[in-house]
């Protein structure tokens, strides 16, 4: 599973990117409002930093809008997907996008049906949102398998990319589904090291390594 870093942080991706555990980057209107940076400028460094795709996204509301944004999105760097909404605006716009052989992220899938009309649109990424179906009682991870089960029934090469993780368990969850990719915060992929096991079995050889007396350096 690729992993993509959810945020315009740059110093977190930098800090990510640097283990290798940076396939590509997503952001959205919220995380550029957090960055408090402007989207062309905080975008281009993100795209210094990282190789993989970095998805920007488009706010207009019509097919049209989106396309004219998505286009001067894509003039920032070559490794820019544009991200659209799941909209019949959007799917539009992800026709004619990724004709002109963009790369397009469909962002705030909420079912499996929407994410067949992403596929069919010739989406690169479909984007389903975990956390918010959580939010309203739901499980956000079976839609993440059924969407899986219909890709594969039809062989379509639109990838997965689960977003709205919010923990270190919807990661394993997710890759244990067979999402392509999954978005998350940087915080949630530091948390997937912990084990209290591994505290606990730590804690103990330094223990022991204490009463031998001994010092490697
Ligand atoms: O990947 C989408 C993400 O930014 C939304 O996450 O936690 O606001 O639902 P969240």
Redesign the pocket.
Known sequence: MKFFV?TAEVDQIRELAELGMVDGV?T?P??IMKSGRDIKEVTAEICGIVDGPVSAETVALDADGMIAEGRELTKIAPNITVKVPLTWAGLKACKVLSGEGHMVNVTLCFSANQALLAAKAGATFI?P?V??LDDINLDGMDLIADIRTVYDNYDFKTQILA??I?SANHMSQAALIGADVA?APPSVIKKMAEHPLTDKGLAAFLADWEKTGQKIL
């Open positions: 959810d997503t959205n919220s995380l984007s949102f956390g918010r977003a709205s919010r978005t």
